[in-house]
């Protein structure tokens, strides 16, 4: 018998790929990925065709709660500010829509925290 981790990794990966299946990122549309860890938030710009990455944050690199808004804290503050430098960054760049690929994760918490930062640097989902 599995154990309960195991179980809940399996589900989210199995939804990872169904919507895998559904997107795909292009040079003029990348797809904007999310990797929720316990304690961290990662995203990346990914252009599929060429399968190369094209912008990188993640909550790691030093992100300030400073820039986040009044009603958000913790780890939802952090998710928002590191999807907001990510939009920045990929503004620069010259990417203005992406495609948003949750990676299985439900649309809730830091993952949709990270995706309003996104929104509110400018990025067009």
């Known amino acids: 018998m599995k154990n309960r981790s195991k179980k809940r990794r399996d589900y989210r990966e199995r939804r990872r790929i169904r919507i895998r299946k559904k997107i795909r990122g292009t040079a003029e ?4 990925v999310v990797f929720r860890s ?19 944050q993640s909550t790691r690199a030093g992100v ?9 804290s913790g780890k939802v503050a952090d998710s928002f500010v590191a ?11 010259g990417v203005e829509a992406v495609v948003f690929d949750r ?13 309003e930062g996104a929104r509110a640097g400018g990025l067009r989902f």
């Open 38 to 56: 316990l304690k961290h938030m990662e995203g990346q710009l990914i252009d599929d065709e060429r399968g190369v990455t094209l912008v990188g």
């Open 83 to 93: 999807g907001k430098r990510l939009a920045e960054r990929a503004v620069e760049v």
């Open 29 to 32: 549309r990348p797809r904007l």
């Open 103 to 115: 990676g299985g994760y439900p649309y809730h918490g830091r993952v949709k925290a990270f995706a």
């Open 64 to 72: 300030s709660r400073a820039d986040a808004e009044e009603e958000l």
